[in-house]
């Protein structure tokens, strides 16, 4: 029986970047991800996979001044591809997103939208997204699970290719000892 979810540990920074990678050229235009995670849990590093997948040249780093980068990058058909890449830690409350416009960055019909710390924008998160968490397992290993919201949507197919994409790169999580289930919140 398949899983719903994808689990993975990942046992290098080099390795959630390579996540990244396929992740990148896995996702299409219109899609939101949310990145879950604590401080340091490596959600930028799996930005900058993302990022390097889509063939994106500039460095992508969290946006510190403001809360959102936007980059070009291209699909497998050398079609431009506009990655936004949302860092929500500094909001400081709801009118803030208004000021930038992040409603727009839910339906990215040209290109992809990554958002680190969605928990901080709970009240206008979209109906449909990939959630992917990220969590600390020791100093260098890495728990991800990445899964379609809602559970039962279009992105559960989808999420069967990534699967046979992500085989033999990085470890399947045990399932006997399962990542917490935590709400997306
Ligand atoms: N398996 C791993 N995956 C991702 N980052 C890792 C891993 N192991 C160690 N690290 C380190 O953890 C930090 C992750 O930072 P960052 O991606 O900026 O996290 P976040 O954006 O979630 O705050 C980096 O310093 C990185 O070198
Ligand atoms: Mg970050």
Redesign the pocket.
């Known amino acids: 029986m398949s899983d719903a979810k994808l689990r993975l540990l990942?046992?290098?920074?080099q390795?959630?970047r390579d996540v990244g990678e396929y992740l990148g050229r896995w996702l299409r235009r219109g899609d939101v991800v949310l990145l879950h995670?604590?401080?340091?849990?490596?959600?930028?590093?799996?930005v900058q996979g993302i990022a390097r997948g889509l063939g994106v040249d500039d460095y992508v780093q969290?946006p510190t001044f403001s809360l959102v980068h936007e980059h070009e990058g291209y699909d497998g058909d050398g079609k431009p591809v506009r990655l936004y890449h949302l860092d929500l830690y500094r909001l400081s409350g709801e009118t803030e997103l208004d000021s930038f416009g992040f409603d727009d960055y839910l339906v990215p019909t040209d290109g992809i939208s990554l958002i680190?710390w969605p928990e901080r924008a709970v009240d206008r998160l979209p109906d449909r997204y990939l959630l992917v968490r990220?969590e600390h397992h020791g100093?260098?290993?890495?728990r991800l699970t990445i899964e379609g919201v809602p559970p039962d949507g279009t992105l559960r197919a989808r999420l069967e290719t990534l699967r046979g994409d992500l085989h033999g790169l990085v470890h399947a999580a045990d399932r006997d000892d399962p990542v917490e289930e935590k709400p997306a919140q």
């Open positions: 990942s046992a290098s920074e390795q959630t995670g604590d401080l340091g849990a490596g959600k930028t590093t799996l969290s680190e990220l100093e260098d290993q890495r």
